[in-house]
């Protein structure tokens, strides 16, 4: 996928908040020179300018995106701070290696509940705050859109979490409302009822209220109007109603559709209007009690946030002049996550922190109500993505690697072919003064090789020899290349084209969806040798049988970089152990993170090629270290095969009686058979991942 137009200029607008630090004074050069420097960083000479773990945070731009919870120690290894900066810290290196002690096996998804309580605890102190400093009359009732991550353990703790704040929770379908029915028991906090609903839906909810729920059924198509009526006098109880509206204010990004008239869901003007009248006519007028609105996911530009409240907040008050009992204002979700820690508007960024969100929000609604004469409401959002992304690190291991193959040549003779020739003399002359010219000549010389051989004028041996002298060509232009502070545009790409695939034990379908579907970017980065300089460029290519089953964009300060810098593989220090993992893998265990991925990943996820859930534990801080609260053990090989209709049993017994078969026509032998046999039975049971 191409780069869209005008990202890097977006990365680089100066934050709008007061309450961030500016982002490092970047200077004016071309968008092809910024992106260059930014990938292609001058390697110091050996032996000077040691590798610090300062640089490595600089590189993975662990302090933009980690704080307050990720850095790195004096071990070189990633720690956590699962309670930000007010309580102490995990070698998360270590952490995962006493995890595995326990067989919990790789591709392992840690759940930091710590992170989940103070995230909530964040979002309430901003609101706090904002309504202390600006007088607002009113209270903050945040409630948790379920449909971000529905896993049991998490939605549990969430609600534990919330109680001191009446934190409540969101369902957008069925399934979530009866979720949130069984586990939502906090006095006070809100059952926001959204998605597409019929008779059984509306009537559950509005029966709820008998269970000491404050559930509120948010009408987003017209014919929910008609069913809410109906329900209402069927079964005598009034129900608390809330309209959802499609504002004219544009979201931004790939989500910027969610608003404006052709929105999936939610009510037009002349909707809501016809909504009030049916209502008044049915004298339910004073169970509409909630305006909600939604402008997309992740958004990324305050003053987005800022023109959609102010609408919102006009329709309101003009609902409360229509004769509405409101006594809410659901500004939904679009808080944002900053992925690549650049304080940009750009994607994967955002230009504002939780308290200038929290601001905008009070100091407009207070304003337009005052001007009006209104009560305040009291404010709900839906801000799941900033809640849930911070608590869970998705750990995984490298399994192998495939190297551009670029030794230093050795020179030909007369006789070699005159193609083999050329290619080695493009070699010996490239220099810092030549090096463009050099690749054009390599690339020539390439090109003419795989013609001639496919005339029938050179051995596949001397073709060999020919790309092998081609790689080495480039890898010589690409350690010139890093030497320039600009780097011409037909050479941009050659550090991608040269960098190394690190094989990785996971699957992008399964644990970062939205890494393929939508290009989303996730901080990733080793969780140790941290104190070491990572001299590789690579992309990561994962277990599926499929060319999308890979990550090649990666953040970047002031652009999406395409490689990320990783260590070479240790060679295992005792070949000779005939371990499991020393079977499986010829190398020391190499471990990479991918953080921030606790929003809708785990739920999205697929089972292409039939890799499962991963394991999941659940890590909570003690005075004396931490605690496993809980483990849920990834998908087997029999779950995932009952997932497509397949028996294991059934399985088993085709393949004995095929063994059974095969030993009457002797094509195998009684120990081979048991052996598979013992194999296929063992296999069923096991992990979808490879062993590690």
């Not at 590189?59 to 980690?66: C, P, T, V």
């Not at 964040?122 to 971000?148: D, E, M, Q, S």
């Not at 050099?438 to 020539?444: F, K, P, R, S, V």
Request: proline content about 5%.
């Amino acid at each position: 996928m191409g780069k869209q137009p005008g990202v890097a200029a977006a990365k680089i607008e100066k934050s709008e908040s007061d309450h961030l630090s500016s982002s490092p004074q970047l200077n004016h050069r071309s968008e092809t020179a910024n992106r260059a420097a930014a990938k292609l960083e001058p390697q110091p000479p050996a032996g000077e300018n040691r590798w610090t773990i300062e640089k490595s945070e600089e590189l993975y731009r662990i302090q933009g995106w980690g704080e307050p919870y990720f850095s790195i120690n004096a071990a070189g290894h990633v720690t956590v701070s699962p309670q930000g900066d007010r309580g102490g810290s995990l070698d998360l290196y270590e952490l995962v290696n006493a995890l595995k002690q326990r067989n919990l096996s790789l591709p392992l998804l840690i759940r930091f509940s710590d992170i989940l309580e103070d995230r909530i605890e964040r979002l309430n102190a901003c609101f706090a705050r904002a309504i202390a400093r600006y007088n607002y009359p009113g209270v903050y009732r945040g409630v948790f859109p379920t449909k971000c991550n529905q896993q049991r353990h998490l939605i549990e703790d969430l609600v534990r979490f919330g109680k001191p704040y009446q934190f409540g929770l969101e369902a957008g379908s069925k399934p979530e409302l009866m979720i949130a029915l069984a586990t939502l028991d906090t006095p006070g906090a809100l059952l926001i009822c959204n998605g597409y609903k019929d008779r059984e839906y509306i009537e559950t909810a509005i029966l709820a209220q008998r269970l000491g729920h404050i559930p509120i059924i948010v009408l987003e198509q017209v014919e929910e109007v008609e069913l809410a009526i109906a329900a209402a006098r069927k079964l005598g109880i009034k129900p608390i109603l809330g309209v959802r509206a499609k504002l004219s204010a544009k979201g931004i990004g790939r989500w910027g559709t969610s608003a404006g008239d052709r929105a999936k869901f939610g009510l037009t003007i002349p909707e809501i209007i016809q909504a009030v009248d049916r209502l008044r006519a049915a004298d339910l007028l004073d169970c509409l009690q909630l305006l909600h609105y939604h402008i997309g996911s992740q958004i990324s530009a305050i003053s987005v946030i800022k023109d959609a409240i102010r609408e919102a907040s006009q329709i309101y008050v003009e609902l409360v002049r229509l004769g509405a009992n409101m006594k809410y204002l659901d500004v939904g979700g679009g808080l944002g996550v900053d992925y690549d820690g650049s304080k940009t508007n750009f994607y994967a960024s955002k230009n504002y922190s939780m308290q200038n969100y929290a601001n905008d929000v009070v100091v407009e609604v207070k304003e337009t109500c005052e001007e009006r004469q209104i009560p305040v409401p009291t404010l709900v959002s839906e801000s799941g993505r900033a809640i849930a992304s911070h608590q869970s690190v998705l750990v995984f291991d490298v399994l192998g690697t495939s190297d551009v193959q670029a030794e230093v040549p050795t020179p030909p003779s007369d006789k070699d072919p005159l193609i083999i020739r050329n290619l080695y003399e493009t070699y010996e002359s490239l220099s810092a003064e030549n090096y463009q010219e050099a690749y054009h000549d390599a690339t020539q010389f390439k090109e003419e090789a795989i013609s001639l051989f496919g005339f029938g004028y050179l051995s596949l041996t001397d073709r060999a020899r020919a790309e092998r002298l081609y790689w080495s060509c480039c890898a010589k232009i690409l350690e010139i290349v890093r030497q320039q502070d600009y780097v011409p545009d037909d050479l941009e790409d050659l550090e991608k084209i040269m960098a190394s695939i690190y094989y990785v034990n996971l699957s992008v379908f399964q644990s970062a969806p939205d890494s393929w579907a939508i290009d989303q970017l996730f901080p990733i980065m080793p969780i140790h040798r941290l104190d070491e300089e990572p001299t590789q460029r690579a992309t990561l290519a994962d277990l599926t049988c499929d060319s999308d089953g890979k990550i090649d964009q990666f953040i970047d300060l002031r652009d999406v970089k395409y490689v990320l810098e990783l260590h070479p593989l240790k060679p295992k220090a005792n070949p000779n152990d005939n371990s499991t993992e020393a079977f499986t893998t010829a190398h020391e265990p190499y471990y990479l993170g991918m953080f921030l991925n606790g929003a809708y990943q785990e739920i999205m996820g697929n089972l292409h090629n039939l890799f499962g859930d991963t394991n999941a534990v659940h890590i909570k801080l003690t005075p004396k270290g931490y605690q496993i609260e809980h483990v849920v053990k990834g998908d087997t090989m029999t779950e995932v095969l009952g997932y497509v209709q397949y028996d294991s049993e059934d399985l088993i017994e085709s393949i004995r009686r095929r063994s059974e078969q095969a030993l009457q026509e002797n094509r195998i032998t009684l120990q081979e058979a048991q052996l598979l046999l013992q194999n296929y039975e063992h296999s069923l049971s096991r992990y979808t991942y490879l062993s590690s």
